[in-house]
């Protein structure tokens, strides 16, 4: 039989499931334990134990992290089969680090895509503002961002991508050959049956036509559209009302955004624990999810696994969740009239219908469960080991 694998998952985040990207590897490693591999992990807080001073702070310990996370794995090479590492914070080869396993380099978001979308934003929108010295380290950060994640996907040998769109531009513009998997992300069963069963009935969503944002507040993952969403859907269903939730940023920012008087019908909440999250989406009727591009979209896969059908560009991340199953919830990137057209066609229609609707995106939201992508990973990767120490 084959043994456990001795992985070690990198990442420059603390280890909270409230971030995104740090959660991928979070819950993850946990199936991976509960298979019985022996799994560690090297995140931000463990190469800098010490609360950041300031923001500025913050950033530098992020161009640092690279050379503290090789450190540690010069330190420890030969406990470890498998190294998966976010892209960006492992740049260096496998001999450079002494390794003699796998070194994959996960995307949770590939950077070529998200510094497109930024230019396409800066000419849609104005550039962001700031002193000169701050737009210095912002260019700067960038630049160092983009050239660790080039050195990532040259020096891996397995480039983990979560939907089939980087695999595109990773063959297509980055013109890189390296071998890849496309996997993506799940729910634990536990977590996905919390989510299902705390959903009111049907009917009383579908009357109450609450419609429900995840994600942190940023212009990437729609905060310039939703203005205009809001006040289209309430001028064809004007009992129609928003919650936000996990923004991450105060209130005032997101009021400023939506450009709206403070109101009844809008609800935000910037910060919630994971666990709460059923309860929050329990009396909800609809997902939106406008974002332009996303490693995954996780938050599409929760709102489903709610029975909520999920609106959402046809972008990078939630085109792999609903084409396949749900193909009528995906609208063109950026059109904001056919996004709002279609919240109000879930709102509007019959009960029966919602209800049909409702069905499938608990069903779609089956199709992603962490131990069977965990069981596939740990497959996946111990052909390339194979491959690697042949």
Partial sequence: MDQPLRILAVVNLPWDPRLGAARVWIELTDEWRQAGHRVEKFCLTDAFPEPASSPAVAAVRLLRFPFRAAQFVRENAERFDVIDALTGVLPFSRRSLGFRGLLVARSVGLYHLYEKFERFAAKRWAPLKGK???????????RRARATSQAS?????LLNLPNSDELVCVRDEIKSAKPAIVQPYGLQPARRQALFEAAAPAEARWQKKRIVFIGMWSVRKGAKDFGQIIRQVRDRVPGA??????????????WKDLDLNRADFVEIVPQFDPDQLPELLSDCAAGAFPSYVEG????????L???LPTIAYAAPGPRDILRNT????????????????????????DLAHYQELSDRSAEAAQLFSWPDIARATAAEYRKHLHDVRA
Wanted: aromatic share 14%.
């Fill in 305 to 307: 696994a709610a029975g």
């Fill in 241 to 254: 009302c928003f919650l936000f939730l996990g923004t991450m940023i105060a209130n005032e920012n997101v």
């Fill in 326 to 349: 749900l193909a009528e919830l995906l609208v063109p990137t950026g059109d904001v009239a056919r996004f709002s057209e279609a919240l109000c066609e879930i709102l509007t229609n």
């Fill in 132 to 142: 000169l010295p701050g737009r210095l380290f912002y260019w700067f950060f960038n």
């Fill in 153 to 157: 996907i040259r020096h891996c040998d």
């Fill in 296 to 303: 995954f979209g996780m938050a599409v896969v929760e709102q």
